[in-house]
């Protein structure tokens, strides 16, 4: 598929994505946000997707229904525009969970830069896969210290991560090897630190301390 073909989708207007924020920012049952979640998603092709302003809430919404679905939580919502944070909430009865979420992206990536041709999609050859691989250690340590400076240690907030690289299952058991290493420094400023990685939810710190779960999502 070529860039030209993403372009031609009609573009979303500008209060059809605000009506799309305040809908997802309204306390929903879980299996209903998925449903609605994935209904905007779709509304909008992969090169509009990632290239057009004001849909970071639409990835929130994303992880907020992933986190949902795999950890069981009743009901969940996006922050609304008048609440600066968290990013979003999970619910279960008296049980409420106030989650801020990064993404971890690939060294040097760009929302937008990559190529939308499928011949350029489909070249990756075996040396990519590993120098991704090699690179996530670095990447998320760095992600996950950009969010800790914005001071959310006094909130009682849960942390996400959205650890975005894919190494094709290359170095898998090393990779997830170094997850508590490169998030340990956030585990006194967040309740809970989880981690979402392919099909995984990971659980690694909770209330300061090492733990390892993992939950299947899809």
Not at 21 to 47: C, H, N, P, Q
Not at 166 to 173: E, F, K, L, V
């Amino acid at each position: 598929m070529k860039q030209s073909d993403f372009l031609s989708t009609p573009k979303v207007l500008r209060e059809d994505i605000d009506q799309m924020r305040v809908d997802l920012s309204e306390w929903m049952v879980t299996a209903d946000f998925a449903r609605i979640e994935l209904k905007f998603r779709e509304k909008f092709a992969g090169y509009q997707f990632f290239n057009q302003a004001g849909l970071t809430f639409l990835r929130e919404a994303y992880m907020a229904s992933v986190m949902a679905r795999g950890l069981g939580f009743a009901n969940v919502r996006l922050s609304n525009k008048t609440e600066d944070a968290p990013d979003f909430f999970l619910k279960d009865l008296a049980l409420q969970y106030d989650v801020e979420m990064v993404e971890v992206l690939e060294d040097g990536r760009k929302r937008g830069a990559e190529p939308w041709d499928s011949s350029a999609i489909t070249s990756d050859p075996v040396e990519n896969w590993i120098r991704r691989a090699e690179q996530i250690p670095s990447q998320l340590r760095n992600a996950v210290i950009k969010k800790r400076k914005k001071n959310y240690s006094d909130k009682n907030f849960c942390l996400a991560i959205y650890l975005n690289i894919g190494d094709w299952g290359i170095r898998q058991t090393e990779i997830e090897n170094c997850f508590h290493e490169n998030t340990a420094i956030a585990k006194d400023d967040f309740l809970i630190v989880w981690l979402v990685w392919k099909d995984k939810l990971f659980e690694l710190w909770r209330d300061g301390t090492q733990v390892w779960k993992t939950y299947n999502i899809n």
